[in-house]
């Protein structure tokens, strides 16, 4: 019972924020409409945000945030003008980290990092390189849509995901960086990524839903060395430059579809899916329009 009372005054110096005493949990969400109150909120010195942290409005410059570690619920940025955000000590985000309409955003920094409850990032107009180099949890999945102005995307410890990991139509991508990626539980998806060169997937074993590596325009080569099972569809398609797949451990896809990739050698699709037949490993095959005048070694 001591021991007890001894730790009660020890949570209730850990929630208070307010006059001279140390901040350690901020109670309630903050919407930051202006510098002043980022300042207000930054100045309070709060390791923990419990509730949302939104940025809106106009804000250009802001200064960093050295001590938050965690908000309890969403980081949500959605600013016309907000050209970096600094998170130096940020940790752990308990909803999604969403990136959503920011046409200046060149810069998050976010280095310690390691779990959200999602990570969304949409209309991205910014000549952004979003790498958050700790991340390994992602809750509800990865979703990267409609930025014309992402260039890059690197997770490198990111391991697995029980939810989906999905690119869709990012005009300006060209590198996908996901090398410590096992596993997904539903799929895995670049749709439209037309400047694409670089797709890094060279861990993933397992996806739990369709694979789809699609209008790809200038992707020129795909290796998935450790790829051993997609649990639907495997779909590659009118990916115009692709000129060589290399998938050497696959063993089970419920169907496979390559389709209109006119300078990858209809050979080398043919081979996989002689090899896959004969082990009795998918159901179904849609191959056509790539390039059946080529010819594969023996």
């Known amino acids: 019972m001591r021991a007890l009372a001894l730790?009660?005054?020890?949570?209730?110096?850990?929630a208070a924020c307010g006059g001279d005493e140390p901040c350690y949990v901020h109670e309630g969400s903050v919407y930051v409409r202006s510098e002043a109150e980022w300042n207000a909120l930054v100045g309070k010195g709060c390791p923990v945000l419990r509730g949302d942290l939104v940025f809106v409005d106009d804000q250009a410059k802001l200064a960093e945030a050295p001590a938050l570690a965690e908000v309890t619920g969403d980081l949500v940025v959605m600013s016309r003008s907000l050209?970096?955000?600094?998170?130096?000590?940020?940790?752990?985000?308990?909803?999604?980290?969403?990136l959503r309409?920011?046409?200046a955003l060149a810069e998050v920094h976010a280095p310690h990092l390691a779990s959200v409850g999602g990570l969304w990032v949409r209309a991205q107009g910014g000549?952004?390189?979003?790498?958050?180099?700790a991340l390994s949890q992602v809750g509800e999945?990865?979703?990267?849509?409609?930025?014309?102005?992402?260039?890059?995307?690197?997770?490198?410890?990111?391991?697995?995901?029980?939810?989906?990991?999905?690119?869709?139509f990012n005009a300006g991508l060209t590198r996908i960086h996901l090398p410590a990626l096992v596993r997904t539980g539903d799929d895995l998806t670049v749709f439209d990524a037309p400047r694409l060169v670089e797709l890094d997937l060279a861990a993933t074993a397992a996806v739990?839903?369709?694979?789809?590596?699609?209008?790809?325009?200038?992707?020129?080569?795909?290796?998935?060395?450790?790829?051993?099972?997609?649990?639907?569809?495997?779909?590659?398609?009118?990916?115009a430059a692709l000129a060589g797949i290399s998938l050497?451990?696959?063993?089970?896809?419920?169907?496979?579809?390559?389709?209109?990739?006119?300078?990858?050698?209809e050979c080398q699709v043919l081979a996989l899916r002689d090899r896959l037949v004969?082990?009795?490993?998918?159901?179904?095959?849609?191959?056509?329009?790539?390039?059946?005048?080529?010819?594969?070694?023996?």
């Open 208 to 239: 739990g839903g369709d694979l789809r590596i699609g209008y790809c325009d200038v992707l020129q080569t795909l290796s998935l060395p450790a790829l051993r099972q997609v649990s639907w569809n495997l779909r590659l398609d009118y990916n």
């Open 101 to 103: 309409v920011n046409p």
């Open 141 to 168: 999945g990865v979703l990267v849509d409609d930025n014309p102005g992402l260039l890059e995307v690197s997770l490198p410890a990111l391991a697995s995901t029980d939810a989906y990991v999905a690119f869709y």
């Open 127 to 133: 000549p952004l390189r979003l790498a958050l180099p």
């Open 248 to 265: 050497p451990a696959l063993e089970r896809a419920w169907s496979l579809d390559v389709v209109d990739n006119h300078a990858l050698p």
């Open 278 to 298: 004969a082990a009795g490993a998918i159901r179904y095959a849609s191959i056509y329009g790539n390039d059946a005048a080529a010819v594969c070694g023996p």
């Open 7 to 14: 730790l009660f005054p020890v949570a209730l110096a850990l």
């Open 83 to 98: 050209e970096a955000l600094r998170l130096p000590a940020l940790e752990r985000v308990g909803g999604g980290f969403q």
